[in-house]
């Protein structure tokens, strides 16, 4: 399995993980999805997108499905970033244990797609 499919099922999962899971999911990003239309905001909006993206990067053959991907891991964790400073939220280790997840897996998937070539000749 390429980097980018590694890259591409952390995203896919973590969608499932807010579809089957909304109440856990949100707490653990410290959403509150305390009444029924939270949760189900949290499995649409959260779980329903990144489960999508990731499945559909995972089954594509196509490289722009990985890259969506990577851009999409990059985005929050650009926007996790100048949250941080305009907000100030609370952070823990699951704060920056997601950032670390965001900026990893979205390097990992826009990284090259290597290709098996011909064998060196000798």
């Given at each position: 399995?390429?980097?980018?499919?590694?890259?591409?099922?952390?995203?896919?999962?973590?969608?499932?993980?807010?579809?089957?899971?909304?109440?856990?999911?949100?707490?653990?990003?410290?959403?509150?999805?305390?009444?029924?239309?939270?949760?189900?905001?949290?499995?649409?909006?959260?779980?329903?997108?990144?489960?999508?993206?990731?499945?559909?990067?995972?089954?594509?053959?196509?490289?722009?499905?990985?890259?969506a991907?990577?851009?999409?891991?990059?985005?929050?964790?650009?926007?996790?970033?100048?949250?941080?400073?305009?907000?100030?939220?609370?952070?823990?280790?699951?704060?920056?244990?997601?950032?670390?997840?965001?900026?990893?897996?979205?390097a990992?998937?826009?990284?090259?797609?290597?290709?098996?070539?011909?064998?060196?000749?000798?």
């Amino acid at each position: 399995m390429n980097a980018g499919r590694i890259s591409s099922a952390a995203l896919m999962a973590a969608g499932l993980a807010g579809v089957v899971m909304p109440v856990r999911f949100a707490a653990a990003l410290d959403l509150p999805a305390t009444t029924g239309r939270g949760r189900t905001e949290t499995r649409a909006g959260l779980g329903g997108t990144y489960a999508a993206l990731g499945g559909w990067a995972l089954v594509s053959r196509e490289p722009v499905a990985r890259r969506a991907v990577g851009v999409a891991w990059l985005g929050a964790a650009a926007v996790r970033l100048g949250s941080t400073a305009v907000d100030r939220p609370r952070t823990d280790w699951v704060y920056w244990a997601s950032l670390a997840m965001e900026l990893g897996f979205g390097a990992t998937a826009l990284a090259p797609l290597t290709r098996p070539g011909p064998a060196p000749s000798p």
